[in-house]
T-cell receptor, first 116, second 115 residues
Framework: AQKITQTQPGMFVQEKEAVTLDCTYD???????LFWYKQPSSGEMIFLIY??????QNATEGRYSLNFQKARKSANLVISASQLGDSAMYFC?????????????FGRGTQLTVWP | KAGVTQTPRYLIKTRGQQVTLSCSPI?????VSWYQQTPGQGLQFLFE???????NKGNFPGRFSGRQFSNSRSEMNVSTLELGDSALYLC??????????????FGDGTRLSIL
């Protein structure tokens, strides 16, 4: 089974600054993918960005980008120009290749707080 | 396009009771998955459904069950509730094409509290 590790329980960043949220993973698969989700206090999990193991470029989606280092098995999320609305829990997740529909393995999450 | 809809949003039950949670996926999505989220255990997979069939089940006791209807809507049921069942229950839907790298879309969840 895949294992996802997020070592930062909490992170603080000032508005308009950039922040990096760490994610490392463990898998024996050569082909895999990684998702990042945002969970505001309301509870909904919001899909942010996806990185495939064979993608030649790091994924980018607006203010979100991935610092993907395959050899180190890390896929860190970079949020540029932080906004107050970015305050939320952030989860890194990997689908199970042995699963028909892609059951997700999640990390424990990082609580991001953006202050003015 | 409407998102994933979960009802109810909040639920309070007592030990020993049973509960049914509902999930309506995004229109056109045929796959539904359920997750339990607690502060202690984090996010844990419960089960996933496609074409009214359970395709995979997580490591939960038999008190947790679910089903999917022909319109892809899904329900999960927990019987003989225990205090430890207090959690946020999240439902996710996906197209169900077999591409596990398509993102799953989640609802707002149902917050279940057991007294």
């Amino acid at each position: 089974a895949q294992k996802i590790t997020q070592t930062q329980p909490g992170m603080f960043v000032q508005e308009k600054e950039a922040v990096t949220l760490d994610c490392t993973y463990d898998t024996s698969d050569q082909s895999y993918g990684l998702f990042w989700y945002k969970q505001p206090s309301s509870g909904e999990m919001i899909f942010l960005i996806y990185q495939g193991s064979y993608d030649e470029q790091n994924a980018t989606e607006g203010r979100y980008s991935l610092n993907f280092q395959k050899a180190r098995k890390s896929a860190n999320l970079v949020i540029s120009a932080s906004q107050l609305g970015d305050s939320a829990m952030y989860f890194c997740a990997m689908p199970d290749r042995g699963s028909t529909l892609g059951r997700l393995y999640f990390g424990r999450g990082t609580q991001l707080t953006v202050w003015p | 396009k409407a998102g994933v809809t979960q009802t109810p949003r909040y639920l309070i039950k007592t030990r020993g009771q049973q509960v049914t949670l509902s999930c309506s996926p995004i229109s056109g999505h045929r796959s539904v998955s359920w997750y339990q989220q607690t502060p202690g255990q984090g996010l844990q997979f419960l089960f996933e459904y496609f074409s009214e069939t359970q395709r995979n089940k997580g490591n939960f006791p038999g008190r947790f069950s679910g089903r999917q209807f022909s319109n892809s809507r899904s329900e999960m049921n927990v019987s003989t509730l225990e205090l430890g069942d207090s959690a946020l229950y999240l439902c996710a839907s996906s197209e169900g094409t077999g591409d596990i790298y398509q993102p799953q879309h989640f609802g707002d969840g149902t917050r279940l509290s057991i007294l």
